[in-house]
């Protein structure tokens, strides 16, 4: 069955486009509703669970289990810092040729991949070396 393309849909897609926070739900919907005041939290949750299943945005699970969504299309792997909780992008890292080198050595397929690393970013790291 084809998922519509609906309005309020597109305001979730564009929010989580702009959006280098790597919201919850929760502050999903808080950030759609000042623009949409009539959406409900359902429907945010149903849409942003659509377009993570069409892979238009990503699901990144923390520490704690909460789930945080990032609708950056560029290829990058997340850090997650054990300090601060802050997620964060890394980008320019040859995923691609490393998922290639995974698959090939191991004779798999792989159709997609969530790489993050669990550290310290880079304000943390310079707390903890002092």
Request: charged share 35%; with cysteine; proline share 1%.
């Amino acid at each position: 069955m084809k998922k519509r393309n609906t309005k309020q849909k597109q305001i979730i897609l564009e929010t989580l486009r702009k959006d280098k926070t790597h919201p919850t739900i929760t502050e999903i919907y808080e950030k759609v509703s000042k623009k949409q005041k009539n959406i409900g939290k359902a429907t945010v949750y149903r849409n942003v669970n659509d377009l993570v299943d069409n892979d238009q945005v990503k699901k990144i699970v923390d520490e704690e289990g909460n789930f945080h969504y990032d609708g950056n299309e560029k290829e990058h792997i997340h850090l997650i810092c054990k300090n601060c909780k802050k997620i964060i992008d890394i980008f320019d890292t040859n995923q691609a040729e490393f998922i290639e080198t995974v698959a090939k050595e191991n004779s798999i397929l792989i159709e997609s991949a969530n790489i993050t690393f669990e550290g310290f970013c880079s304000e943390c790291k310079k707390l903890l070396s002092k």
